[in-house]
T-cell receptor, first 114, second 112 residues
């Protein structure tokens, strides 16, 4: 499986600010995915990041709040904008395996908003 | 609303015993099913995938799938303290390649 890294691993931010999370993969992948895991909860898909096109957002998530970039086939960023304490979560990027549907996750970014 | 349901636990299992985890899903179009293990403070790790009805074994893990009943399970044989973790059931959304919907997870505690 691919080696996935994320930066930062954790951060503490003030309300109203924005944070950009980076996801780097050691191989080229067509699609990358961003998930959120709120405290004590399971994973929820935020959006699919496609290289060369706009990200596709799931219900309840909007581009103004979570803008995504996908400049090439090995890299993506997720920005959490105008943060509130409710945005405190672990944010994870994932890439598909060779089978296609299985997902492999990065180490995650633990975000705390004060 | 498509759903994936799991018992939250905790499931307490004596060391050496079999842990049995269950998952039901609502999307009849789903074709791919996964079990992830998540240690506290870590990201989910894929441990099993299953695509066809029946059993699939990998080491101490056995996944069972019954599409007619919309049911997938995971058995952990000879449970070890290192198996203590939260186990997440994930199902692909039938109409979308690569997108997974996760259950809430079952916490497993293996007691020595």
């Amino acid at each position: 499986s691919a080696v996935i890294s994320q930066k930062p691993s954790r951060d503490i931010c003030q309300r109203g600010t924005s944070l950009t999370i980076q996801c780097q993969v050691d191989s080229q992948v067509t699609m990358m995915f961003w998930y959120r895991q709120q405290p004590g909860q399971s994973l929820t898909l935020i959006a699919t990041a496609n290289q060369g096109s706009e990200a596709t957002y799931e219900s309840g998530f909007v581009i103004d709040k979570f803008p995504i970039s996908r400049p090439n086939l090995t890299f993506s960023t997720l920005t959490v904008s105008n943060m509130s304490p409710e945005d405190s979560s672990i944010y994870l990027c994932s890439v598909p395996g060779q089978g296609g549907n299985e997902q492999f996750f990065g180490p995650g970014t633990r975000l705390t908003v004060l | 609303q498509k759903e994936v349901e799991q018992n939250s636990g905790p499931l307490s299992v004596p060391e050496g015993a079999i842990a049995s985890l269950n998952c039901t899903y609502s999307d009849r179009g789903s074709q791919s099913f996964f079990w992830y293990r998540q240690y506290s403070g870590k990201s989910p790790e894929l441990i099993m995938s299953i695509y066809s009805n029946g059993d699939k074994e990998d080491g101490r893990f056995t996944a069972q799938l019954n599409k007619a009943s919309q049911y997938v399970s995971l058995l952990i044989r000879d449970s070890q303290p290192s198996d203590s973790a939260t186990y997440l059931c994930a199902v692909n959304l039938g109409d979308s390649w690569g997108k997974l919907q996760f259950g809430a997870g079952t916490q497993v505690v293996v007691t020595p």
